[in-house]
């Protein structure tokens, strides 16, 4: 009895910093909040909609970006702590603070578990997993790299994503974003997911 009393006061205390929290972010800081709420709710949660790190991204910086809040989209690698190595990934940063909607649905949650939702590097809602997020020139990242290109059940799907995120960091650093989306499939262009989530 004592415990399920000590975890309802855990939680009462959780919301109400969260309250505080949001209380205290700045307009852009709210906008940015409010999209990635919606993104979570209505497409990644709401929809199945997986394995589209660099597709949420990227709708996120032009989204925001039409509203005159600059954010930097980031192509980077991630882990899960389950195993040694890293995963292509991409997130958006607003003053160097990570917001990720894209992990918190996974088609495969037992090779992938679901990850956080993530704002302003606050951890919204939990997943099963914790994961650690890395730029791409970062030692620990680079390390894992390497010690994938050594295992032959890796080292072969390593080649294809490794283009894939050179390709993506090309885009993410040339500002080619609304191309992009622009030739994405129907229902993930731009003004497809703009109508979902206003």
């Avoid at 709708?59 to 190595?85: A, C, H, N, S």
Wanted: net charge positive; with cysteine; charged share 30%.
């Amino acid at each position: 009895m004592g415990e399920t009393k000590n975890r309802a006061r855990e939680i009462e205390k959780l919301k109400e910093q969260n309250v505080v929290w949001r209380a205290g972010l700045t307009k852009e800081e709210l906008t940015i909040l409010g999209l990635a709420e919606r993104l979570d709710e209505r497409l990644v949660r709401g929809r199945s909609f997986s394995e589209g790190c660099y597709h949420l991204a990227f709708f996120m910086t032009r989204y925001l970006e039409l509203q005159d809040i600059k954010i930097v989209p980031v192509v980077g690698w991630v882990t899960d702590g389950t195993w040694k190595g890293v995963t292509s990934h991409a997130w958006i940063e607003y003053k160097g603070e990570i917001t990720d909607v894209s992990l918190t649905y996974t088609t495969h949650p037992k090779e992938q578990p679901t990850g956080a939702l993530i704002v302003h590097g606050r951890i919204l809602r939990k997943g099963k997993a914790s994961y650690t997020y890395y730029k791409n020139d970062d030692p620990i990242a680079l390390q894992k790299l390497e010690w994938m290109r050594t295992v032959p059940e890796f080292s072969g799907v390593l080649g294809h994503k490794e283009n894939e995120h050179r390709f993506m960091l090309e885009i993410a650093s040339s500002k080619s974003v609304k191309e992009y989306l622009s030739n994405a499939p129907v229902g993930g262009r731009f003004d497809d997911i703009s109508r979902l989530v206003k």
